[in-house]
């Protein structure tokens, strides 16, 4: 009989309670549009902030409300962008695969450091710490910033104290581009590595760079004068090359005293490789008997 | 008026719910990494917790004593703060989308917390009046809150603090919530009910 009882009570009181629930799902019932759940479920569903939305949820609604271009989601790349379109009935309009890339090459090796920091892992406040531990005041103190904001695993710190971007895993997003306090990274097209960079960001003077760092870009215009595509500039006392322009032809690489220009195909530069390039940029200059 | 002060005081600091009982640690270790979160769980677990005292109290007082369903307290009290919770969900959800927001992600997670169970067991064992039981559910959540708010706020400084390897991520939690825990026992034994 005692079961009987513990059997209705409880079978009365969970009744009630469905009822209850039942009825306030009816009352308290709140639209939404399906098609926000559709996108959503296309989305990589990193949260990763990128397209200026707080999570993919919200990016979804702003998509189908139209506020927001279906490409904006970068990790998800075109497949996403195609299948948000497809959903959504719109047109596609492509975008560019980007990469994020690392435009200092002072390693622990290279760059000379003015005291040891031995503070808070944070490229932030060790930069604000009497300008840096570095000599250089523009190149990578290699704390990892970009590394913990990266949603995708993508950037780690080498051995050689520089950040190596995985060029699988970066999708582009450009968040790390963001937490450099430095201003160290910038998102370029991938375009199969296509390109010649000058890996270095110091705008000081030639004799202060090679004071701090012996592989920093001293503003000497070697390369520019030697660029047959003009696809090098000056940015003040810094040289730019410009990879849409860029043939790839490499005759940059040899006449650079400290050894900064790299193809993109050398990407991630790896612990080590700093100073292959190094000596193989020297050989060739002697070759040449410059 | 007394007792209910002596309540109050009691399971803030004295007879913490997460810090001297160890009730509720999940929550406690899972969402304490940043301030905002915890200020919502906090939120949640205040309202939550006074609420299903309180139901759980009228539901003990008025129907499982008269008809001698003691046994089934447990069963009971699951299926009515799982269901409160969700009631409270969908109505939060049409009345005050804001506040859904901020307390909508919170809410299921705390639904099966052992934390409020153990304030509506408590509740019963300690045999309160409706308004000590109220009271007492208020009084718990608000130790919660606070012991979840101190630990936030010791974990975001942790983020910054250079942490031997081996002691990186729940080893350093673990240890921080362990004497989080033996600071708490200072309260201990100074007042009783």
Known sequence: MQIA??????????????????????????????????????????????????????????????????????????????????????????????????????????????????????????????????????????????????????????????????????????????????????????????????????????????????VGCIGCRACVKECPQEAIEMDDKLAVIDIDKCDDCGRCVPVCPPGTIYPRTALPIMPGAIEQNKEKAEAVSSEKGT | MERLLAIIFIY???????????????????????????????????????????????????????????????VTFILVIASLVQLVETALRKISPTLYQGLGIFLPLITTNCAIMGVALLAVREEFTFVEAVVFGIAASIGFSLALVIMAGIRERLEMAKIPEALQGSAITLITAGILSLAFLGFSGMLTL
């Not at chain 1, 306030?24 to 549009?33: H, L, N, P, S, W």
């Not at chain 1, 060790?126 to 590394?147: D, S």
């Open chain 1, 5 to 214: 009882y513990a059997i209705i009570a409880l079978g009365l009181i969970g009744l009630l309670f469905g009822l209850l629930l039942s009825i306030a799902a009816r009352v308290f019932a709140v639209k939404t549009d399906p098609r926000v759940d559709a996108v959503k479920d296309i989305l990589p569903g990193a949260n990763c902030g990128a397209c200026g939305y707080a999570g993919c949820v919200n990016f979804a609604a702003a998509v189908v409300k139209g506020e927001v271009a279906a490409n904006a989601c970068i990790p998800g790349g075109e497949e996403t962008t195609r299948a948000i379109a497809e959903e959504l009935g719109l047109e596609v309009t492509d975008s560019e695969p980007l990469i994020a890339t690392v435009f200092c090459i002072g390693d622990n090796e290279h760059a000379a450091d003015l005291f040891i920091y031995d503070g808070v892992e944070d490229c932030e406040v060790a930069g604000r710490f009497n300008g840096g531990f570095k000599a250089c005041g523009y190149g990578c103190l290699g704390l990892g910033n970009c590394v913990r904001v990266c949603p995708f695993e993508a950037i780690e710190i080498g051995s050689h104290g520089l950040p190596i971007v995985d060029p699988d895993a970066c999708t582009g997003c450009g968040l790390c581009v963001e937490a450099c306090p430095r201003d160290l990274i910038q998102t370029l097209p991938r375009r199969s590595g296509q390109g010649h960079l000058v890996l270095c960001s110091s705008q000081d003077r030639g004799k202060t760079v090679s004071k701090a760092c012996s």
């Open chain 2, 12 to 74: 803030i600091l004295v007879d913490n719910f997460v810090l001297q009982r160890f009730l509720g640690i999940c929550p406690f270790i899972g969402v304490s990494r940043k301030m905002e979160t915890a200020i919502g769980m906090s939120m949640a677990v205040i309202f939550v917790m006074t609420m299903a005292t309180l139901v759980t109290w009228i539901l003990n007082t008025f129907v499982l004593v008269p008809y001698e369903l003691e046994y089934l307290q447990i």
